[in-house]
């Protein structure tokens, strides 16, 4: 059913987020008739645009970023019918508001607004102030904040402060484009309706659980970006620790948001701090040189910045994480992410405990279940069999029991911006994160960043489109653990 009328208010609308994701997402759900026609998109940005000349290079972000298929003329004609544009710079008070204020003013004062901030975070909290002193906040008006909130947990609490302000917590809405994907909401529903797997999940039976987010892009055009952010900020400190708080929380007593953001909170207090002594022992930071993906070359990560750019950010991270639980025990959470790596994939693996005891010739493999995010959504477990040629005893053969989930559902995988644009609207904050989680989160984070500034482990080169340097096997190989290629 279509979601109650609205406005939604980006800033930063001439960006590539709101080009690449929000436009594209907000189509969809257009399409698939869950956006009202008297709902507007109203970008706003700095740049002196014209209604019309938005409206083009909205046009274009739906060619270039809706699969041909999807973009029925028509439908695309109407949709764009909804954008609007107004230039405005929102960090400052000034006369630019007056356009925006009338914009907003030819709707019922009850509509729902969604305020979209798509900007330097630095930004966020005065922007919040100059909308609550134009007067533009009122009961039905929600924040969302893009990642990332702030680089370090100070930072953090000042944006959030600034926000906090202006807009109560149930009406900020911090965005892990993670969670609006289908195969992460999946972890709970594959946990909690399935006994089979929930009575197992624990260090009882579970060796140790690999969480990788691995991508073969470079850092593109982001460099100024993230070379002041690197791959914990980036990807670790946000997406992977959600993740991992979907793996290893306890069973939440409903599926209410704060229900569910308590069990998750749970789990990032009892991460096991790593501090600055000890990096060298639980992290390994990297960084890509050039490399080959077969007969094109590939540059290294400095001549990516730009002419005689240096730099120590990382844009490889693989950490040794620990859950500090009843359940878990020190059952290691193996954390991986990085750029330029051989193949772009997100999954998670849990790698069961081997028989303590084996009647067979060759002792079986422990079980293994991979919970693939993307691409290829879908979940296997390898089990042990009988090999079926003959021989003259019971030999076994390793095979999986698989589930890909576009075949098995026959359907297509949303972006995951389309859920959670519309949840904001909904004012549904369940894939939303808590103020109190990104704390934690940075509080985890934060003597790690400071280790490494100290320089307390070596950043380690890798070649592009490889998995990673060599280090990140040996952190796993103390244990006597391997990465997933690996094995
Ligand atoms: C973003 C990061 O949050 O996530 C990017 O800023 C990264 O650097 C992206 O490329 C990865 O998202 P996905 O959905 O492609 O895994």
């Known amino acids: 059913p279509p979601v109650d009328i609205f406005d939604y208010i980006v800033f930063g609308a001439t960006g590539d987020l709101t080009m690449r994701k929000l436009l594209p997402a907000l189509y969809y759900r257009y399409r698939d008739g869950q956006i009202p026609d008297e709902a507007r998109i109203i970008g706003t940005a700095r740049s002196p645009l014209s209604r019309a000349d938005f409206q083009g290079r909205a046009e274009k972000a739906l060619h270039n970023f809706v699969k041909p298929a999807d973009l029925d003329p028509d439908t695309a004609r109407r949709f764009l019918d909804l954008v609007h544009y107004v230039s405005l710079n929102g960090a400052e008070a000034d006369s630019t508001w007056p356009a925006l204020k009338s914009l907003l003013a030819e709707a019922p004062a009850d509509r729902i607004r969604v305020y979209y901030l798509a900007t330097a975070p630095g930004l966020y909290g005065q922007i919040c102030e100059n909308l609550s002193n134009q007067g533009l906040v009122t009961e039905q ?19 959030n402060d600034g926000v906090g302000r202006h807009f109560p917590e149930n009406h900020i809405f911090r965005i892990d484009h993670y969670l609006g994907k289908e195969t992460v909401q999946n972890l709970i529903a594959l946990r909690f309706a399935n006994p089979v797997f929930e009575r197992l999940w624990s260090s009882d039976a579970i060796e140790y659980v690999q969480i990788t987010a691995a991508e073969t892009v470079g850092v593109e055009g982001r460099g100024p970006y993230y070379d002041k952010s690197g791959a914990l900020r980036d990807m670790i400190q946000n997406h992977l620790l959600q993740v991992l708080c979907l793996v290893a929380m306890d069973p939440p007593g409903s599926l209410e948001a704060d229900s569910l953001r308590n069990e998750k909170l749970k789990v990032l207090h009892a991460l096991r701090p790593i501090t600055p002594d000890d990096v060298a022992t639980y992290t390994v930071r990297g960084q890509y040189t050039c490399g080959k993906e077969g007969d094109k070359t590939l540059a290294g990560y400095l001549e990516d910045l730009g002419e005689d750019a240096t730099s120590s950010t990382e844009t490889f991270v693989a950490i040794r994480a620990e859950v500090h639980s009843w359940r878990w025990g020190a059952v290691p959470f193996y954390l991986r992410s990085g750029k330029r790596m051989a193949e772009k994939c997100s999954e998670i693996v849990i790698q069961f405990k081997a028989a303590p005891w084996s009647i067979f010739a060759t002792k079986p493999p422990a079980n293994r279940l991979v919970i693939r995010i993307q691409p290829d959504e879908g979940v296997t477990l390898s089990v042990s069999t009988k090999d079926p040629t003959p021989t003259d005893s019971l030999a076994l053969r390793q095979a999986d029991i698989d589930i890909a989930f576009e075949k098995a559902f026959g359907t297509r995988y949303p972006d995951s911006y389309e859920r959670l644009l519309l949840d904001v609207v909904r004012g549904d904050p ?44 040996a952190l796993l190989a103390r244990s006597g653990h391997q990465w997933h290629e690996d094995m």
Request: hydrophobic share 45%.
């Open 430 to 473: 369940v894939l939303f994160i808590r103020r109190d989680e990104v704390e934690a989160a940075w509080r985890w984070a934060d003597p790690i960043l400071q280790g490494w500034a100290e320089d307390k482990v070596k950043l380690e080169p890798y070649p592009a489109g490889s998995w990673g340097p060599e280090a990140a096997r």
């Open 141 to 159: 008006s929600r924040v969302v904040l893009e990642k990332p909130i702030g680089t370090d947990l100070q930072s953090a609490n000042a944006i």
